[in-house]
């Protein structure tokens, strides 16, 4: 398929910020693409090169790009920064600078998906000496090609930047009306609403497609699927071992008698771990991966727990959901997650950090045993496999804690043991509930005393004065809507120390931030979307000057969450229940 296509369809999709006129246009573009080429084009839509559970990332910083702007613009250095300055956008730089170009049709071939995709994708694989001039070469190569509003996308797709409001909801929306809209009498009326003909086709192509989606976190293999093999196609799609699945997610009860409403009795409470979540998969050949929430491989930064899972979980061929706390290793208190959170990210001195901050691994879910999924096996079933297969030793690895009761008063003393052990709360859980990849439907509950806090991204930033001049010393932070637009809460300054060794500093988060810069005025730069951090707050206000209309009182960094990605932020009805909660 032609970029230019593509191109097009970014270009109608920025110019509306209806969600069902999103939806149509997307879903015109999937009829017209042939199948072997979905993958490759729903990736591209999405903004991204590669699926969601692979780590690769293109690495490629804006100057690199610049120069490549350069090269294929024949512009001078001077020239070139100067609109970079001017527009504080590098896409619109590129477009304004190549549409400077002389004679562009005379030199160019047309660009296709597929080139744009195949020299991206070499991207990150390239290392060592000579590697910036050949990057350099991969994307002038493809904005040689380009014209002005092709060269525009093309650099905000390797910036990680493009943001054409294509969110989950209208790709899955869009999949399902592509290629099951005529049996489920689909009409989009006006563009402004939709009449679903037959409920009953709908329901089922939307649950196929979306339960495709929680197995494989990947629009492109599902778009497929459903082009090719149809319905069935989706629901024929199973868990792999190896390929990290999305996680159930835990709703929020203020009390016990609400949680135990929401789950029914009787109910299995369990201790709540302040760690990280840890899915453990062991692959018939004994192969153990370990993957974050957000789908990251961290198999390597914890050694220990590999062994462990070796040494201490029965069988072959599994998949486990866990929850890895850290722990002192004298005393052997729980520590909160911001003192594990470095653990996640370390790529060196890995083996000596393992020692200084061991984990526990507390096993609570089973997803797949003896290569069988066990999604749809009721969660006291998956429970018992979980405590028949693993080997507990305490502060190495033991199933979650837990009671299974009726009485709120037995499931409140069992409350304040879990507080007493150092942990955050509990989790109230449904016994009869299946597993629900990806889903927050209620068949976990959490309970935790303290008042939530925020995980926002940092999307902005400002220079400091005088002695923090050369730090970034305030973060515009934001939260997402549903198609995973980011809406800005409010500016976070305090809550990081300054001296460097001491956690969390200002620092350490300019060493984070300054490489994610996209544009700078004066004091303030925008940063790309990459890093999240827990923020804590007074009170949330109603307000005109941030996007998301909300802004937070007394705001305060907590910490990094080097365990959630963009996606996972806290969303804006979160924002908004916590502000009615408040009140
Ligand atoms: P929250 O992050 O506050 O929404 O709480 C849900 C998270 O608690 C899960 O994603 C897990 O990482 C963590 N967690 C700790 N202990 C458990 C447990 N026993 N069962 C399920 N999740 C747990």
Request: hydrophobic share 40%; glycine share 8%; proline share 3%.
């Amino acid at each position: 398929m032609k970029y230019s296509q593509l191109a097009d369809v970014y270009r109608k999709l920025e110019s509306t910020t209806k969600r069902l006129q999103k939806t149509a246009i997307i879903a015109e573009l999937l009829k017209k693409t042939p199948a072997a080429e979905l993958e490759t084009l729903v990736l591209l839509l999405e903004g991204k090169i590669f699926p969601n559970w692979d780590a690769s990332e293109s690495g490629v910083a804006a100057k690199l790009i610049l120069k490549a702007i350069i090269a294929a613009s024949g512009e001078s250095r001077e020239r070139a920064e100067h609109e970079w300055k001017k527009t504080g956008d590098l896409g619109k730089a590129a477009e304004n600078l190549l549409g400077k170009r002389k004679q562009h049709t005379l030199f160019s071939r047309e660009l296709t998906v597929e080139k744009v995709m195949a020299n991206l994708r070499k991207l990150p694989g390239m290392e060592g000496s000579g590697s910036v001039e050949r990057k350099t070469q991969l994307i002038a190569e493809l904005l040689t090609s380009a014209t002005p509003a092709e060269a525009k996308y093309v650099v905000k797709t390797v910036l990680s930047e493009l943001r054409v409001g294509v969110g989950e909801g209208s790709l899955r929306d869009a999949i399902v009306w592509a290629n099951f809209g005529k049996q489920a009498g689909i009409s989009l009326e006006d563009g402004e609403e939709v009449s679903i003909g037959n409920r009953e086709e709908y329901t089922k192509a939307a649950s196929a497609v979306q339960g495709a989606y929680d197995l494989t976190n990947d629009f492109g293999v599902v778009a497929e699927t459903a082009a090719t093999k149809g319905i069935r196609g989706l629901q024929a799609i199973s868990l792999k071992i190896g390929t990290p699945i999305k996680v159930m997610l835990a709703i929020k009860a203020d009390t016990i008698k609400e949680g135990i409403e929401t789950v029914g009795v009787p109910a299995e409470a369990e201790f709540k771990y302040d760690g990280f979540r840890v899915q453990i998969h062991k692959d018939a050949k004994g192969g153990i991966t370990l993957f974050t929430r957000r789908l990251e491989d961290v198999t390597k930064q914890f050694p220990e727990v590999v062994a462990m899972v070796k040494t201490h979980v029965k069988g072959d061929s599994f998949i486990l959901d866990s929850e890895a706390v850290g722990y002192e290793r004298k005393s052997g208190k729980y520590l909160a997650f911001q003192s594990i959170s470095q653990r996640i990210k370390r790529k060196y001195g890995i083996e000596k950090l393992a020692e200084e901050i061991p984990v526990e691994v507390n096993v609570f879910d089973v997803l797949c045993y003896k290569g069988e999924s066990c999604l749809h096996k009721p969660f006291s079933e998956r429970r018992k496999i979980v405590e028949r297969i693993v080997r507990g030793e305490e502060k190495k690895i033991v199933s979650a804690r837990h009671i299974i009761s009726s009485s709120e008063k037995e499931i409140g003393d069992f409350y304040k043991k879990s507080l007493k052990a150092g942990n955050e709360g509990i989790m109230l859980k449904k016994l009869d509930a299946p597993y629900k990849p990806g889903a927050r439907v209620g068949y976990m509950v959490k309970l935790k005393p303290v008042m939530e806090t925020l995980d926002l991204a940092i999307v902005g930033a400002e220079w400091g004065e005088g002695k923090r001049s050369s730090w970034l010393s305030s973060y515009a932070v934001a939260c997402q809507d549903d198609d995973g637009n980011l809406l800005e809460v409010g500016r976070v300054s305090t809550g990081l120390k300054e001296k460097d060794e001491e956690g969390l500093s200002f620092a350490g988060m300019t060493r984070l931030l300054e490489p994610l810069i996209a544009s700078e005025k004066g004091k303030e730069v925008s940063v790309k979307p990459k890093l999240v951090i827990e923020v804590d707050y007074e009170e949330i206000q109603k307000s005109p000057t941030y996007a998301s209309g909300y802004a937070l009182r007394f705001p305060r960094v907590k910490g990094l969450r080097e365990d959630k990605g963009i996606d996972e932020i806290s969303t804006l009805s979160m924002v908004e229940g916590f502000y009615k909660k408040q009140k």
